[in-house]
């Protein structure tokens, strides 16, 4: 007996091929007689274009259906099995949803009209008679299974398989039919889901969640009966079609809100109604469904509203968003995006001692836009990450401005989203950015939200800690408004919390808020972190910051946030904090690193960027004594200073207060200094490595660097450099010792 398919072989059946595997794209048959002859009969003839398996009775059928459901195509069985077999198996076969749409064709003895409407009233589809046609027969049964599977397929694509509802083309099928048929009746498109869906199917497992699904989907069709249609659209959201005129107020959905909390053992499940009252009927019922559910969303999150109906003004902000997404590129690059600073304050003293830089959008058509227009259609399309970084830029221009025009320069808080912060390489490009400026990295202050922490603790600590170990400063922004900050506060890498300005700006007489805000005053003092009480606009309410022994303080009450140029001039007027310390924001000192005592040659790299001054460093190390220098002050003291020793400069083009060049030009016109070999370095392209070469650089090397190739090049120009003095001095000996003659 072959078992090729699966079919365990104590049955009482057996499963033919003829020259297919039975992977086949070839159909297969279920032969039930009784009569070996019969089915060896049927067999030859379907051989050719069908796979066969034979039972001998009913109940062995009824096993091989239950093993091979999804194999059959098409069953004949032979009328003349015992009556209670045959009827056993046909009771079995009618009662199930798969199998009675599983053709049955019977084999009779063509015996009158009596026996053909008798097997046909048992279920069977068709019937053939004996002896066989092999045409008719072949012909016959493709149409059944061609039927049957055009059936299969369209009940798989009209109805939703878990739930029974229609699927959702099949919604927008029937429900513009019905409104195209009804041209004088008004209908409403109500959509639904349940909040926080997903954590259903986590915590209860999938079953519970797909066991409200179909609570959903009944109730759904309650509501629906006699008087429009429901579908499932996808996960956990139905839509219905129904006629207006119905209460759509929270207490009436409540009702269904209570009965969908009876379905599970979870309870206090929310569903939120979107409604749309079709006003246009030739828009898509897509369009229609999609309004349905931008109305959800605007009750995302609302105590005690179930219920929303789309209207102009959710329209407008739709149509806002739309002109905010098709703008922002062209924003960026026109720089309509503006920095404005808010200054922070000492509380005791009122001196200012640092400030927040928040952005503003000068639309050409909209106007002046608040960040709450656009900076959360931003976070869901991914645009922040751009922003963040134009920002981050922007500000570290702001501050080298105030340290280039001589003024004492504060430090300044910049955002960082989630999304920055999911970025592995984030502290190689904040400090990347800071060295590019020739900042040091503890004057850009570093905002993460404290919703941001609780989202995915293990990467934000982790992100944090490396950009806190780089010397950045990290501070919590709107503490108070989570729910996990207080029992992971000690395990999170920062220097400073910002109170959410809600708490400061509680009801002095509300006793629960005071006693929150001395707690978390007291918390951090504990911690030894330092506190921003932000959104502060009363004299009143510094009065209770200055009792709790805040720190900082920002908002209304010193100043609103102002552009770039009005901050600038407020800072050169003001008096600054003295606990904002000089050294951290002045340009970075000149460092010298020996690597080799006995060496006198020094080896001069003159680079804004940390990270690449580090790896020239260690490519020299052990062959001469290297000085690093990150801006050009502090290069042209040590360079008149040590003049003498300097076999080489290494000097990168890109520099925070003036380009290489510049310095190029400064040197070769200092005669002490103009026989220093110099190298320049940049990006590759525009013409950089000749114009090197014009202004008087001995050699060029392009970016990134390979150290064989740099070490190679100072190498030569050092042996140059020791050629060229050798020959200079023994020119003025002999010069001297001809003169002497």
């Known amino acids: 007996m072959d078992t090729s398919a699966g079919i365990p072989a104590e049955s009482k059946y057996s499963y033919r091929q003829f020259g297919f595997s039975a992977n086949s794209v070839r159909r297969t048959i279920l032969i039930i007689d009784g009569n070996p002859t019969n089915r060896n009969l049927l067999c030859n003839l379907l051989k050719d274009e069908y796979d066969i398996i034979e039972a001998e009775s009913g109940l062995d059928a009824i096993e091989i259906l239950k093993d091979c459901k999804d194999k059959v195509s098409l069953i004949v069985i032979d009328m003349i099995l015992p009556l209670s077999d045959g009827q056993k198996f046909m009771e079995f076969r009618n009662r199930d949803p798969f199998f009675s749409l599983i053709p049955v064709v019977a084999a ?25 046609n092999k045409e008719i027969i072949l012909h016959r049964f493709a149409n059944l299974i061609n039927l049957r599977e055009s059936t299969v397929i369209m009940n798989l694509l009209e ?59 009944d109730m759904c069709g309650e509501y629906t009966k006699e008087r429009g249609i429901c579908g499932r659209l996808g996960g956990d959201i139905f839509a219905c079609l129904i006629e207006s005129g119905d209460d759509y107020s929270d207490e009436s959905m409540g009702e269904y809100i209570q009965r969908l909390n009876s379905l599970t053992p979870v309870r206090n499940l929310v569903m939120n109604f979107g409604i749309y009252h079709i006003t246009d009927t030739s828009l898509p019922v897509g369009v229609m469904c999609d309004r349905a559910i931008l109305a959800i969303g605007s009750i995302k999150g609302k105590f005690n509203r179930y219920v929303a109906c789309y209207d102009n003004e959710i329209r407008e902000k739709i149509l806002l968003a739309q002109t905010i997404t098709d703008s922002m590129e062209t924003a960026l690059e026109e720089k309509q995006f503006k920095v404005y600073l808010q200054p922070k304050v000492n509380i005791r003293n009122g001196k200012i001692t640092g400030a927040e830089a928040l952005v503003r959008w000068l639309h050409p058509e909209k106007g002046f836009l608040q960040p709450m227009e656009f900076i959360p259609i931003f976070e869901k399309n991914g645009f922040i990450t751009k922003l963040d970084q134009y920002m981050w830029e922007e500000t570290c221009r702001i501050i080298r401005g105030w340290i280039d025009s001589g003024m004492t320069a504060v430090p300044v808080s910049v955002n960082v989203s989630r999304s920055d912060i999911y970025n592995l390489d984030l502290p190689e ?150 606990e904002v310390i000089s050294c951290v924001f002045s340009p970075p000192n000149l460092e010298l690193t020996f690597c080799d005592s006995n060496n006198k040659d020094i080896l001069l790299i003159i680079h804004s960027s940390g990270e690449n001054r580090c790896m020239l460093q ?124």
């Open 429 to 578: 490009t904040m400090l990347n950015l800071v060295n590019k400026y020739g900042l040091h990295p503890e004057i850009l202050h570093l905002e993460i939200t404290e919703t941001a922490y609780t989202e995915n603790p293990k990467q934000i600590i982790e992100a944090t800690t490396r950009l806190r170990e780089a010397g950045f400063i990290i501070e919590m922004d709107d503490f108070g408004t989570g729910y996990s900050s207080l029992n992971m506060l000690s395990d999170l890498p920062v220097d400073t919390l910002k109170l959410d300005m809600k708490l400061v700006q509680s009801d002095n007489n509300d006793s629960g808020s005071r006693n929150i805000l001395n707690f978390v005053v007291s918390l951090a003092k504990w911690m030894n972190l330092l506190i921003i009480a932000e959104g502060v606009e009363t004299q009143e309410q510094v009065n209770r910051l200055k009792y709790l022994n805040c720190n900082y303080a920002q908002g209304y009450f010193y100043a609103r946030p102002m552009p770039e140029e009005d901050f600038t001039k407020l800072l050169s007027e003001s008096p600054i904090d003295d």
């Open 618 to 741: 260690e490519t020299f190390s052990g062959q001469y004594c290297v000085a690093e220098a990150g801006n050009f002050d502090s290069a042209l003291k040590f360079l008149k200073e040590n003049h003498s020793r300097i076999v080489t400069i290494i000097l990168d083009v890109l520099m925070p207060s003036m380009d290489g060049f510049e310095l190029v030009s400064i040197l070769k016109h200092d005669e002490r200094l103009e026989s220093i070999p110099i190298i320049i370095t940049a990006d590759e392209g525009d013409g950089l490595e000749l114009r090197s070469i014009d202004i008087g650089a001995d050699d060029f090397i392009a970016k990134p660097y390979y150290p064989e190739v740099i070490s190679r090049r100072v190498r030569n120009l050092v042996d140059l450099c020791k050629y060229r003095r050798l020959k200079t001095d023994t020119y003025k000996k002999d010069k001297d010792t001809a003169a002497l003659n």
């Open 159 to 217: 109805y939703d398989r878990l739930t029974g509802v229609y699927s959702r083309e099949f919604f927008y099928r029937h429900a513009r039919a019905i409104i195209d048929q009804n041209p004088n009746k008004k209908y409403d498109i109500i959509c639904s889901d349940v909040e926080s869906f997903k954590l259903i199917n986590d915590s209860y497992g999938i079953d519970v969640g797909d066991a409200l699904l179909c609570g959903i989907a």
């Open 108 to 132: 009779t003895v063509k015996d009158g009209e009596g026996d053909e409407i008798s097997t046909l009233s048992y279920g069977a589809s068709d019937y053939i008679t004996k002896p066989y």
